[in-house]
């Protein structure tokens, strides 16, 4: 209503404005041929203006729909306050990586793994016949391959990959934090152990990838240029790490799907899963769920920053 | 050698048609004033029509058909009552006598009707060599000469014979496609293997198709394969005696034969690992030769097994590594997986393989003597792995019970999975 009123307003001060200006001009014409032109122009001009109100009052309702969005999303996520990125850019595409090699060797290895398992065929017959599926694998390798680069450059050369190092080494507090988390799963302890930036569960997840990235690494690549390894080790040896590349496959797979999968995207407070892996945000709820210490670390610094920005 | 209901036929012809006698050797022409007519028919004691028209030009075109009837119906007369026996041997003695030691000749000398006679494959008035193409007996055309009685149901059954699949499957095997599709006269037919005259079941050792015959048999048109086949362990056992000993279609199969490159055959890519292990994987044998177990677990497992499995026909499979015809044990110095020649065998596949190639077993078979190293490893991961899932799964189901229980005290849609 308002809207519209407003709308009315504006169009007959435009509308007085242009009789004014075409009084001017049609002075001197004959009756008859002043009020046709007075009326073209009338027309022509109120066509502009419709235009021009049309698109406005588009762009205002977009503008309208997105605030109200927000307002809610605030209304909903009240607690979660602040925004924190917990993995930068770097890290997530190290991760997506990551997981598509991982998926894409587990696919196409466990059918060698398994050949009598009913969806085996299935799976190498997608590729095309095991003369590709080994292809597909090989491809994966190399995409593992990058990624441990990746990881190991970006681990000595940032800042960001450094500190994570030395957070993710394992330290007595996580053990401690083990017999606290059972005894508050058993009901002995009302609260939940408080983490730091990474709790053990994640570190645990971290060096089990460390660890299966050498173990397939190295068994797979004595694999890949068997013929090669062949010219310095003898066939028993090849025998050791085709056994190896199998088991720690198996493990690996297991430890992926139970464990990672478990606390990343069945476990109750996450499911279906979490998008983190995909934006790197995590809501100032979630960090004083999950990481209160860290977040306490950030509160303090900035706090610190601040005021050393005051004295300075 | 003619069926009895002919000879029946043609003396109740003598009978019924009476024609002036005029001379004691009657001429062809003379014969045919009656059997020249189409319509000329008896009806024997049984109700069946039987028809005493000779087909004169057909005669004239049998490879008989220079000399006049009664160098074989000596005894006929114008007119004549019922003719003797036309006796083959008189001529065709060689073959009349290989004939009466044959699973057929012995029937029918016992006065079988339904077992062949010289004419049931030959014919009688339009005999031709097998040579000509027209002649049932010609190379293309015995399959259809032998299946008129042998694709009989009544027949299988009576003389307890080999299912009619059987044969079918010969017109689909390699020699079946080659003389009927292929139209190739070096092709093997049912003669070649069986005999002719003389064919005797399997069981028999005279007969062609006993085991101990068949190296040979077939070695007559695959003389290469048989001196290889000779030389190898399987060939040294099968003239040693030993029953288990294979001979070429304990692996190729019989009416069966298909090219390597068949996937039906069992000597395929696919199949082999299977046709050996028949023997191989068999306890007894095993045993009782000393031949070292688990061959066929062992290469399944292994990725040539599984490449294999998986259509790979590129993939090593058995005789890719033991040989074909020429297999000989690994303890002879010129056995192809000898130790000493293990690395020109690999190098069949694997370019610039070394001596390294042979250290270690082709076959792995995981135990404390035959591979430590895989074995350690296998034992650890066993061992790792079940530890580390159980206590996955005791740390996740510890969590979801904490939760339950935190969920009951603050009643659903309380502070559950909060502190």
């Known amino acids: 209503m308002a809207e519209d009123d407003r709308k009315d307003a504006t169009r007959d001060a435009v509308g007085r404005e242009i009789e004014s200006a075409m009084n001017g001009q049609v002075s001197g014409l004959p009756p008859e041929q002043a009020e046709a032109l007075r009326e073209k122009i009338r027309l022509r001009v109120r066509e502009e203006i419709e235009r021009d109100l049309r698109a406005r009052t588009a762009s205002d309702r977009k503008d309208a729909a997105h605030l109200a969005k927000e307002a809610r999303k605030k209304e909903k996520h009240g607690e979660e306050g602040e925004t924190f990125i917990r993995f930068n850019r770097n890290f997530r595409f190290q991760h997506m990586v990551m997981f598509s090699s991982v998926i894409l060797l587990i696919i196409t290895g466990m059918p060698l793994k398994f050949p009598n398992f009913i969806l085996s065929r299935f799976v190498i017959n997608f590729w095309g016949g095991i003369q590709y599926s080994t292809i597909v694998h090989r491809i994966g390798a190399a995409m593992l391959i990058y990624f441990m680069i990746h990881h190991f450059l970006y681990t000595i050369l940032t800042r960001d990959g450094r500190r994570d190092f030395w957070l993710l080494l394992p330290k007595l507090e996580d053990a401690k934090d083990i017999v606290h988390n059972i005894r508050h799963f058993l009901g002995k302890l009302p609260d939940k152990p408080r983490f730091g930036r990474f709790s053990y569960i994640e570190k645990f997840d971290y060096w089990a990838v460390y660890w299966g990235c050498i173990i397939m690494i190295g068994s797979g690549l004595f694999l890949w240029f068997e013929t090669d390894v062949l010219r310095f080790l003898p066939k028993y040896a090849l025998d050791v790490a085709h056994e190896m590349h199998s088991d720690e496959a198996m493990l690996a797979t297991l430890a992926i799907v139970i464990w990672h999968f478990y606390n990343v995207h069945f476990n109750p407070d996450r499911f279906p899963g979490t998008l983190l892996w995909w934006h790197g945000r995590m809501s100032e709820h979630e960090m004083k769920e999950e990481h209160p210490l860290e977040l306490e670390e950030i509160v303090a610094r900035r706090a610190k920053e601040s005021a050393e920005v005051s004295n300075g | ?419």
């Open chain 2, 1 to 419: 050698m003619m069926r009895p209901f002919l000879a029946a036929a043609l003396a109740a012809a003598a009978l019924f048609f009476t024609v002036p006698a005029v001379a004691a050797t009657p001429g062809v022409g003379e014969c045919m004033e009656c059997h020249g007519d189409k319509t000329n028919e008896m009806t024997l004691p049984n109700g069946t029509t039987v028809s005493l028209f000779v087909d004169m030009q057909a005669y004239r075109s049998s490879v008989h058909g220079g000399s006049s009837c009664t160098t074989c119906h000596a005894d006929a007369k114008a007119p004549h009552e019922k003719l003797k026996k036309v006796s083959c041997g008189k001529c065709h003695g060689d073959a009349e006598k290989s004939y009466a030691g044959s699973s057929h000749g012995k029937l029918h000398a016992k006065g079988i009707t339904d077992v062949p006679g010289c004419d049931g494959c030959h014919g009688r008035h339009d005999i031709r060599k097998p040579k000509d193409p027209a002649a049932r007996t010609f190379r293309l055309n015995i399959v259809a000469t032998c299946l008129r009685c042998h694709k009989d149901r009544a027949i299988e059954q009576k003389y307890n014979l080999p299912d009619q699949k059987v044969m079918a499957a010969y017109e689909q095997s390699v020699h079946g496609m080659a003389s009927k599709k292929s139209g190739l006269t070096g092709s093997a037919v049912c003669v070649d293997c069986h005999g002719n005259h003389s064919i005797l079941p399997g069981d028999l050792p005279r007969s062609a198709t006993h085991r101990q015959n068949i190296p040979k048999m077939c070695g007559k048109c695959h003389p290469g394969i048989l001196e290889q086949y000779d030389k190898s362990v399987h060939g040294k056992g099968m003239r040693g005696g030993i029953a288990e000993s294979p001979v070429c279609t304990d692996c190729h199969g019989e009416h069966t034969i298909a090219k390597i490159h068949d996937p039906s055959s069992s000597v395929s890519s696919r199949n082999i690992p299977k046709t050996c292990s028949g023997c191989h994987d068999k306890e007894a044998i095993s045993t009782r030769y000393a031949l070292p177990k688990k061959r066929f677990s062992s290469y399944m497992d292994s990725f040539h097994g599984i490449a294999v499995e998986y259509g790979m026909t590129k993939a090593a499979n058995c005789s890719s590594c033991h040989g074909v015809h020429d297999i000989l044990p690994a303890a002879d110095p010129a056995s192809s997986v000898n130790k000493a020649n293990l690395p020109k065998t690999c190098g069949k596949c694997h370019p610039n393989a070394g001596p390294n190639f042979a250290k270690g077993d082709v076959h792995v078979e995981v135990s404390p003597k035959k591979a430590m190293g895989v074995f350690a490893v296998r034992l650890f991961y066993t061992i790792f792995i079940s530890a580390l899932v159980m206590l996955f799964v005791l740390h996740l189901g510890l969590e979801l019970y904490g939760r339950w229980n935190r969920r009951k005290e603050n009643g659903p849609g309380g502070k559950e999975g909060q502190s």
